[in-house]
């Protein structure tokens, strides 16, 4: 499958490929593909085709897309104006990782300075 995802996307079959099927493909490491981009794009079709599915299964769904190859402004334009996604906060916390990694900020601790009486 990894090989052809590109192809079998783009059949009716991919859009009726069971939940579990194809969240185990969305998170292999082995697609054959040019762009992330493209599995957000085969994610968007499949969701938009089965409209049943839970928020806890897009969840799992989302948090095997890594995220964190799509530039800022691709999840700006693109998975942050999915309507499914924008309105589901654990989703939305995925994305502001995704966006955080492109910061390369470490990680900041506070800071206590001493009140002197």
């Keep these: 499958m990894d090989r052809y995802f590109f192809d079998v996307i783009d059949t009716p079959y991919w859009l009726k490929c069971p939940a ?10 082995n697609l054959y593909i040019e762009s992330e981009t493209l599995v957000w794009s085969a994610f968007k079709r499949w969701l938009e085709a089965n409209p049943s599915i839970n928020d806890d299964q897009i969840f799992k769904m989302v948090s095997e897309i890594r995220l964190h190859l799509f530039s800022p402004q691709f999840i700006r334009d693109e998975v942050l104006t999915f309507g499914r996604i924008a309105s589901n906060i654990r989703i939305r916390n995925l994305i502001d990782e995704a966006i955080l990694s492109h910061c390369n900020i470490e990680e900041v601790r506070p800071v206590l300075i001493p009140v002197s009486n």
């Excluded at 579990?20 to 490491?29: A, D, H, K, R, Y």
């Design 20 to 29: 579990e099927l194809t969240c185990s493909i969305l998170q292999s490491v």
